[in-house]
């Protein structure tokens, strides 16, 4: 079964503006990762964020952790076509080598 | 450095033949995960080695899909008596000891027939 929900399931925005997709998650957590991943293939690690930390930024990515709502949102700023992909959030219940739990992904579309 | 990888990219079987799925990992890694994508869905965890020994094989759906990781590095999905619901895309992940970011392959697309 999967941990969370992406919220929204779609979003389709002009090269430039800013993507800010949603992540709920039911049960605690150690960390919280975001993914992307292009044509259904293999996933690539964006940025990992710990139960501890609020929120966190790599590049034009800022991620925030609410653990009392359970929810965590990923914007990526300036968009461009490249961006194009699904974007998952995953969580994993303790700490070290755990298997992570998926949510179900946005599918961010950029156009040029 | 080499990433993470699966062969074979593409499968393609009968309903009811076997199939094993190859995962390479990036070397030095001591965990290794198996997850499975169905379309439009996120993976979902099947089975994760810590080193040669499956630490957690909860996900496996039943008793005709097994892993191996011998040597504690390349692993070995098999599925036995395989079925139409089957047909997914294969994902494999590997992982240093300690942080969990993991690096994912880009996966084996299994389509039964």
């Known amino acids: 079964s999967q941990q969370g929900e992406e919220d929204p399931q779609a979003l389709s925005i002009q090269e430039g503006e800013n993507a800010t997709m949603n992540c709920s998650y039911k049960?605690?957590?150690?960390?919280l990762q975001w993914y992307r991943q292009n044509s259904g293939r293999g996933l690539v690690h964006l940025i990992l964020?710990?139960?501890?930390?609020r929120e966190k930024h790599s590049g034009r990515l800022r991620v925030t952790l609410d653990t009392s709502k359970k929810s965590s949102s990923l914007l990526i700023t300036a968009s461009r076509a490249a961006d194009t992909a699904s974007y998952f959030c995953?969580?994993?219940?303790?700490?070290?080598?755990?298997?992570?739990?998926f949510g179900k992904g946005t599918r961010l579309s950029v156009i040029a | 450095g080499a990433g993470v990888s699966q062969t074979p990219s593409n499968k393609v079987t009968e309903k009811g033949k076997y199939v094993e799925l190859r995962c390479d990992p990036i070397s030095g890694h001591t965990a290794l995960y198996w997850y499975r994508q169905s379309l439009g869905q996120g993976p979902e965890f099947l089975i994760y080695f810590q080193g040669t020994g499956a630490a957690d094989d909860s996900g496996l759906p039943n008793d005709r899909f097994f892993a191996v990781r011998p040597e504690g590095s390349v692993s070995t999905l098999k599925i036995q008596r395989t079925e139409r619901g089957d047909s997914a895309v294969y994902l494999c992940?590997?992982?240093?000891?300690?942080?969990?970011?993991?690096?994912f392959g880009p996966g084996t697309r299994l389509t039964v027939l």
């Open positions: 992940a590997s992982s240093p000891r300690g942080p969990n970011e993991q690096f």
């Open positions: 995953a969580t994993d219940a303790s700490s070290g080598n755990t298997p992570l739990v």
């Open positions: 964020i710990r139960s501890n930390e």
């Open positions: 049960t605690s957590i150690n960390n």
